[in-house]
C-alpha cells in the first residue's frame, strides 16, 4: 500500500490519510480550480515513521522526480486542524524534500503541538500528513502576490468575498502582518483576471462545501493558484447571518442552519459590534470582544494621564509588563504586532476589555507623538474607535450596536 | 545595593510599594527605604494621582540595563541565561496558547480541569529551565517561587490565578519574559 498519494483530481483517500490540507486540495482540483502540483505523504507513514523510524524514502524521492520543480515546499496538515502547531517548510531544492518530511512529522511530537491535542481532545496516535508542491512565487514580480479570502465577510457574515492581498509577497508576510495588506478589491482593480478568478473560485467552493470557505491563495505573473481551502470557522453574530442566508439560499436546510449556530454564537452575537458607516484605517485581528471609543495614545504612561479627561486608546506596537497600568487606565486596546495568543491579547482579556492586534500597516511613533495607519497619519489625542469582534480600527467615533444580527438572529431563533 | 529593587521595579512597570516588595521578595521597608534613595538619585519616581504607584525614569531604565549588562557578565552568566532563555522562547508560545484556552475555554468546549492540567504539565517543563537561570543569577529563583504560588492557588480553586490579575501565572510569566529580555539587553 502506497505511502506517497499525487495531488490529482481522482485521488480518493479520505482526510484521516490525506491530512485535511491535502484533502482540501484534492477537492479544489475537483472543481476545476487550479492548484501547484504536487504529492501528499500520508498520516499512515508519519505513524510507522514516528513508531519505527521506517520511511518511504524510495517513494518520494520517485514522486520529487515526477514533479520535476526547481523549488517546492513542504507543509503539515493532519486531519484536524491544529492550526500553527507543526512545521512548514518553503523554497527548498528537491535533494531536501526527505529531511524535511521528516521535520514535519516529528512536529507532530513537539511539546505545544501535544498540549494542543491534550487540550482540544485529539488522539495523539494519528500522526500528519506532509503535502509537497512545486512552489508558485507571490514575490516574483509586479504582477505576483499573496493573499487570504473568504467567501462572505467573517466578522459580519455579509454575502460578499471578503478578503486581504500584498502584492510582491510570499503568505508568511500576509499572515505575519508585517506590511500593510490592501483589500481584494484592490486585487480586482489591479488584476482584473486573477479577482475575477478568485471570486469564481470561492463561489464554486461555497456551493460544493454548502458552507462560507477560506481560502489561501498566491498569483505568479498574472496566473492565480489556490493553497489550501477550509469550510466554516465564522463565529458569533456572523455565523447566525451566513446559516440565514445559506439557508435562504436554498444551499442548506434551515434545521442544518440551526445546527451550525452553537450556543456560544447565539451569546456572542449579542455583544455590541461597531456601527457600519465610518471610514476604517485598519483592520487586525480582534483579540478581546466589545467596542471601545477613545482618543489614541502612543505610550502607557500618557494613557494613564489622558484617561483624567475621558476615555482613552492605548495604542502600542506590542505590549511589555511596562504597559499594564496604561491598559488598566484605557478603555481599549490596539497593538500592531502580536496575535489572538499574545500577551497583549491575554492580559485584555484579562481585563475585559475590548482588543485589537496585528493590525496591519500600523507604525506608532511617541516620539513624534503621531500613529501612522496605512497612509493617514494621525496625532495623539485623535478619537479613534476599534471593535474587538471584527478587528476594525475606525476614525471618530461612529458608535456601536447590537442590533446588525438581530434580523438575522430572530428568524434563526424561530426555525430552532 | 538597590540594583535588585531598580530591576524589579524595571521588570514589572509601575508597582505600589506591596507589588515591589512580593515581587522581589524583600520585606516592605527595606523596599521603600531604597525606592527612596533611588528617587533622590533620579532614577525612579513616584506618580501621584488615581494610578499612584512607583515607576522607572528614562534614566534609572538606562541605568538597570547598564548594571544588570555589568553584573550578568561579571558572574559569566550570559552564556547560561542566553541558553536558557533559548529553552523559554520554545515554552513562551505554548504558555500563550494555554492562556487563551482558558480565556475561550467555554466558546472552544475545553473543560477547564483539562486546562489546569496542561498548566500544570508545562509548570514541570519550565521548572527546569528557571532552576538553570537561578544556577547563573540566583535573583531568577524569585520567579520558580511566584509561578508556583500562583499554580498552587489556582489548583485550590482561585481559577482566575491563571490569567487574570498582578500575580496570576501569566502576568508572572510575562515578567520573567521581560525580564530576560532585559538581562540578555535585547529589544523587544
Known amino acids: 500500500m502506497s505511502h506517497v498519494h499525487p495531488l490529482r483530481p481522482d485521488t480518493a483517500a479520505p482526510a484521516a490519510v490525506l491530512g485535511g490540507k491535502g484533502r482540501g486540495l484534492v477537492e479544489l482540483l475537483r472543481l476545476g480550480l487550479p492548484v501547484p502540483p504536487g504529492f501528499v505523504v500520508d498520516t499512515s507513514a508519519c505513524r510507522a515513521h514516528l513508531r519505527d523510524g521506517s520511511f518511504p524514502a524510495a517513494e518520494i524521492a520517485a514522486a520529487v522526480g515526477d514533479l520535476a520543480a526547481g523549488a517546492v515546499s513542504v507543509r503539515s496538515g493532519a486531519e484536524v486542524s491544529m492550526p500553527g502547531m507543526m512545521d512548514t517548510v518553503l523554497n527548498l531544492g528537491p535533494a531536501a524534500v526527505p529531511d524535511a518530511v521528516r521535520a514535519v512529522f516529528a512536529s507532530w511530537h513537539t511539546p505545544r503541538a501535544t498540549t494542543y491535542r491534550e487540550l482540544h481532545g485529539i488522539a495523539h496516535d494519528r500522526g500528519t500528513a506532509a503535502v509537497v508542491q512545486a512552489m508558485v512565487f507571490g514575490n516574483r514580480d509586479d504582477r505576483s502576490g499573496t493573499g487570504v479570502a473568504f467567501s462572505r465577510d467573517p466578522s459580519t457574515g455579509e454575502p460578499a468575498p471578503y478578503g486581504e492581498v500584498l502584492f510582491r509577497a510570499q503568505g508568511d508576510q500576509v499572515v505575519g502582518g508585517t506590511a500593510a495588506t490592501r483589500p481584494l478589491s484592490d486585487l480586482a482593480e489591479r488584476e482584473p483576471a486573477v479577482g475575477a478568478a478568485l471570486r469564481a473560485g470561492l463561489s464554486r467552493l461555497e456551493r460544493h462545501y454548502r458552507d462560507v470557505c477560506q481560502v489561501e491563495f498566491t498569483f505568479e505573473s498574472g496566473r492565480l493558484w489556490f493553497l489550501q481551502v477550509r469550510a466554516g470557522g465564522l463565529v458569533g453574530g456572523a455565523a447566525v447571518r451566513a446559516a440565514v442566508d445559506l439557508a435562504d439560499e436554498g444551499l442548506i436546510d434551515r434545521r442544518t442552519a440551526v445546527d451550525r449556530v452553537s450556543a456560544h454564537d447565539l451569546a456572542s452575537a449579542r455583544t455590541p459590534r461597531i456601527r457600519a458607516g465610518g471610514e476604517v484605517l485598519t483592520r487586525g485581528q480582534g483579540a478581546s470582544p466589545g467596542v471601545a471609543a477613545g482618543r489614541i495614545a502612543l505610550t502607557a504612561d500618557r494613557a494613564v494621564r489622558m484617561a483624567a479627561a475621558g476615555p482613552v486608546l492605548l495604542v502600542r506596537p506590542h505590549t511589555s509588563p511596562l504597559d499594564l497600568h496604561g491598559m488598566a487606565a484605557a478603555a481599549g486596546i490596539l497593538t500592531g504586532r502580536g496575535g489572538p495568543a499574545s500577551h497583549a491579547a491575554v492580559v485584555a482579556r484579562s481585563m475585559g476589555k475590548p482588543a485589537v492586534v496585528a493590525a496591519t500597516g500600523l507604525v506608532v511613533d511617541p516620539a513624534a507623538g503621531s500613529l501612522r495607519a496605512g497612509d493617514r497619519v494621525l496625532p495623539e489625542g485623535t478619537l479613534v474607535t476599534i471593535d474587538g469582534t471584527g478587528g476594525e480600527v475606525v476614525l471618530g467615533d461612529p458608535g456601536s450596536t447590537t442590533a446588525a444580527a438581530g434580523p438575522h438572529l430572530r428568524r434563526l431563533l424561530a426555525w430552532a | ?188
Open chain 2, 1 to 188: 545595593m538597590t540594583d535588585l529593587v531598580l530591576h524589579t521595579l524595571r521588570c514589572i512597570g509601575f508597582a505600589e510599594l506591596s507589588r515591589v516588595a512580593g515581587a522581589s521578595g524583600l520585606d516592605e521597608p527595606a523596599v521603600e527605604s531604597q525606592l527612596i534613595d533611588l528617587a533622590v538619585d533620579g532614577l525612579v519616581m513616584r506618580t501621584p494621582g488615581e494610578f499612584r504607584a512607583w515607576g522607572l525614569t528614562e534614566r534609572g531604565r538606562a541605568e538597570d540595563a547598564r548594571r544588570t549588562a555589568r553584573a550578568l557578565d561579571a558572574a559569566g552568566a550570559r552564556a547560561a541565561v542566553t541558553a536558557a532563555y533559548e529553552k523559554f522562547l520554545v515554552l513562551n508560545p505554548e504558555l500563550l496558547d494555554l492562556c487563551s484556552a482558558w480565556h475561550l475555554r467555554a466558546e472552544r468546549g475545553i473543560p477547564a480541569e483539562r486546562v489546569l492540567a496542561a498548566f500544570a504539565d508545562l509548570d514541570g517543563r519550565a521548572e527546569p529551565v528557571c532552576a538553570e537561570l537561578t544556577a547563573a543569577v540566583p535573583r531568577f529563583g524569585r520567579y520558580r517561587v511566584r509561578l508556583g504560588a500562583a499554580l498552587g492557588r489556582a489548583r485550590s480553586g482561585e481559577l482566575d490565578q491563571l490569567t487574570d490579575g498582578l500575580d496570576s501565572y501569566h502576568n508572572v510569566w510575562f515578567q520573567l519574559h521581560e525580564d530576560l529580555l532585559a538581562t540578555l539587553g535585547i529589544p523587544r
